[in-house]
């Protein structure tokens, strides 16, 4: 079809999130190719809908166990798009010429598959190929003819043998691998975990359906709403009280990420003997996700046993998303599968708000301003995204993870380019972290265009403002892991007060030593022996010997260096460091195997109906600017000594550090009469905070402005540089 291109509506992008497919009736309006590149013009993948499921198990169906089918509704669209207009020559389906039959439907406008880019059928579209190690077939790819599906499905079979009998399978899924196995056997399990070097951080999950998903874990309608979506996140959910998994599917906490088939190919894999398959990232510890077969086999040879791979090339790497309901609302955690490349709402440079639909999907808004720059924000260095904003639209790069080494530089690299080229956008401001070693903060000063660094924590209360639609001035409450601070110290716990354009920092939890610098962050324990000393001197020193009696040398190597007070080992202010020390002290996790283990693990010791700030806290003080945490740490001596349960000392200490937020926040914001507060940074991830620091500050007449279609953590970064980046670029 020369001239035509296809184009969602935007009821199509609006109801994305609200678990309705959008059939032949609304789905598409035709627009003129040539037209202007939009983002909206490009949908995210979708989940396969219940039509084309039926179609699946149907034996009149062309498509009967077909694990590519797909409709105007569902299947690929990003993963699969090279450039736009969107258009199935300018997709990976281009090697796929539609048979006569296919063909008929994609050309009739009463048809499901009416201009669906992606559709096919066994006679003409991709194939699944069930490999062993070294690429040897180990089942036939599969006859196009007649009612036995497993004639037409031979590799299932024999799939399902394999991941009974304990084999770790790497899959091509939408966009990349996955690791597949039972998710029911703790043997498969820890063989996963032993070949892909993981040892303690959560494993997703995929079930076979609702009944499956709730046999083991606690469901609402709004997570099930949000399960069952086109974008089909990895929704967390409680785990049930006596949950029959295995414990090392995620050990030491209660919460588990769990998805639904979202593929046909992964709905025929969960259809047979296997109700649950453990289902992670395929990619080396550190790596990008893998995405091509030949690398495949030769990267995860060690880890899978055995590969089921297509030929459907992935175009855009894209992980799944990872969200939460929270308080009844949609929280999301890591934006990527289903969601990229929606644009969400942000500010225009004139001040002009864009609303967002609130608790609605990101939804396409209308352009800004003619002549506004078009803006990158390159991202952090840990759960990188990266933005470009063009007028009243922000487009969030799918999540690349950490940037810390050459192979995921060249990744991000790669993206940026696909995701410039595929919009047609070509940024002339760039904001970018100030943080001297972030590699992604390097690679975007040698672009071309006008660099302006911004602040760690001034982007995060901008992207929080921004996606809020908020153009004012406000105080920001932001809970970090670490960000490099204007002193040149990491910062942490802030509270700033500022708008998109400028913030002053009003005040920040005391410092305190991080001996290791940033490799403190995988040690808690050291964190606990250092706020020891710190913030107790001596007496610190000598409790800190007995709660880690085998680490003696250390504490004394420690107490050298951080009781001189000489200050030369680097400062941080830490929220994450906090939450990391006193989960060592109270022995929950001494050592972080992944980020943010110890203070994961730490709130799941709340206790499971701690949804009010009752319980008690400890005392702190705010001097001058400085929030100052001696008093709890000598509060929480002093309930180990009397032998306080830990579960209500961490309650104590969650309330402590929801009050130090509150009362510092409320204490800026009175200074300049303001009356709205933001809430930015990944620490707000921990449930029992958010709800009460929220709750708090609205019950004393605040307006809380909060994440939820931006990740709250780093991915959701790069947001705020970019809004920050174009209003100084724009005036320098
Ligand atoms: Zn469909
Ligand atoms: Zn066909
Ligand atoms: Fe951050």
């Not at 939890?509 to 001996?515: Q, T």
């Not at 709340?606 to 001097?623: E, K, M, V």
């Amino acid at each position: 079809m020369e001239g035509i291109a296809t184009k969602p509506s935007s009821s199509n992008a609006g109801n994305i999130h609200r678990g309705k497919w959008v059939g032949r009736d609304t789905a598409f309006t035709i627009a003129e190719s040539g037209s202007r590149q939009n983002a909206a013009a490009l949908p995210p993948d979708s989940a396969l809908c219940p039509r084309c499921e039926a179609d699946l198990f149907d034996p009149r169906s062309r498509r009967y166990f077909y694990p590519f089918t797909s409709c105007t509704g569902c299947g690929p669209r990003f993963t699969m798009a090279r450039q736009q207009p969107y258009d199935r020559s300018a997709t990976a389906m281009v090697s796929f010429p539609m048979c006569p039959a296919c063909r008929e439907e994609y050309e009739n406008p009463v048809d499901r598959r009416f201009h669906a880019q992606p559709t096919a059928c066994p006679a003409c579209g991709p194939a699944v190929s069930l490999v062993d190690g070294a690429g040897r077939p180990l089942a036939p790819s599969g006859r196009t003819e007649g009612c036995d599906p497993f004639a037409r499905a031979p590799w299932l079979e024999k799939a399902w043998h394999l991941l009974r009998e304990g084999a770790i399978l790497a899959i091509k899924s939408l966009g990349g691998f996955h690791l597949a196995c039972d998710g029911t056997s703790a043997a498969a399990i820890e063989k996963l975990r032993r070949r892909k070097g993981r040892p303690c951080k959560p494993l997703a999950v995929m079930c076979r359906d609702r009944s499956v998903v709730e046999k083991y874990c606690l469901l609402s309608e709004a997570e099930h709403r949000l399960l069952a979506s086109p974008a089909a996140p990895i929704v967390l959910l409680r785990r049930r009280r006596h949950c029959p998994l295995p414990e090392t599917l995620a050990p030491n906490l209660n919460l588990l990420g769990v998805m639904l088939p979202y593929t046909p190919l992964h709905r025929l894999l969960l259809h047979g003997p296997l109700e649950l398959l453990v289902m992670t990232s395929g990619n080396l510890s550190g790596l990008p996700l893998i995405t091509d077969n030949e690398e495949a086999l030769n990267e995860l040879k060690g880890i899978a046993d055995c590969f089921l791979l297509h030929d459907r090339e992935i175009v855009h790497r894209c992980d799944d998303s990872v969200a939460a309901v929270v308080d009844g609302e949609t929280h999301i955690y890591r934006r990527s599968r289903g969601y990229v490349p929606l644009a969400v709402a942000a500010t225009s440079p004139a001040g002009e708000c864009f609303t967002v639909k609130r608790g609605s999907a990101p939804c396409a808004v209308r352009s800004a301003a003619p002549g506004s720059p078009i803006v990158l924000g390159s991202g952090a260095e840990m759960k990188n995204t990266f933005c470009l904003l063009k007028g009243g639209e922000a487009i969030l790069s799918q999540h690349l993870g950490a940037i810390d080494n050459e192979e995921s530089l060249n990744c991000y690299r790669q993206s940026l380019d696909g995701l410039q080229q595929l919009l047609g956008l070509r940024p002339e401001i760039i904001g970018y972290d100030l943080h001297p070693h972030y590699l992604v903060s390097r690679a975007a000063r040698e672009l071309p265009g006008i660099h302006v660094g911004v602040q760690h924590h001034h982007a995060h209360l901008a992207s929080c403002l921004a996606e809020n639609g908020y153009t004012g001035k406000a105080v920001g409450i932001i809970l970090d892991g670490s960000g490099y601070g204007s002193d040149g110290n990491l910062w942490v716990f802030e509270i700033l007060r500022g708008d998109c354009c400028s913030y002053t920092r009003r005040f920040h939890l005391a410092y305190m030593p991080l001996p290791g610098g940033e490799k403190a962050v995988r040690s808690p324990w050291v964190m606990a022996v250092s706020c020891l000393l710190w913030f107790c001197g001596e007496a610190g020193g000598r409790r800190a010997r007995r709660i880690f009696p085998e680490k003696r040398a250390q504490v004394d190597l420690l107490e050298r260096l951080i009781g001189k007070k000489t200050l030369t080992l680097p400062l941080a202010c830490g929220c994450g460091r906090l939450f990391d020390a006193i989960s060592a002290l109270l022995g929950v996790c001494l050592e972080n195997s992944y980020e943010g283990q110890a203070a994961i693990e730490l709130s799941e010791r709340l206790p499971a109906a701690a949804a009010s700030s009752r319980g008690g806290a400890y005392s702190f003080t705010i001097r001058g600017q400085v929030i100052e945490p001696a008093e709890m740490f000598a509060g929480i001596l002093g309930d180990l000594e009397e032998g306080l349960p830990p579960k209500k000392i961490v309650l104590k200490f969650h309330n402590t550090v929801a009050a130090m937020a509150v009362e510092a926040a409320c204490l800026a914001a009175r200074e300049e009469g303001l009356r709205t507060i933001a809430l930015s940074g990944g620490c707000w991830q921990n449930r029992y905070l958010f709800t009460t620091v929220k709750r708090e500050l609205q019950k004393r007449g605040f307006a809380v402005l909060y994440h939820r279609l931006v990740p709250a953590n780093d991915g959701g970064l790069a947001l705020g540089q970019a809004v920050v980046a174009r209003n100084l670029g724009v005036r320098a």
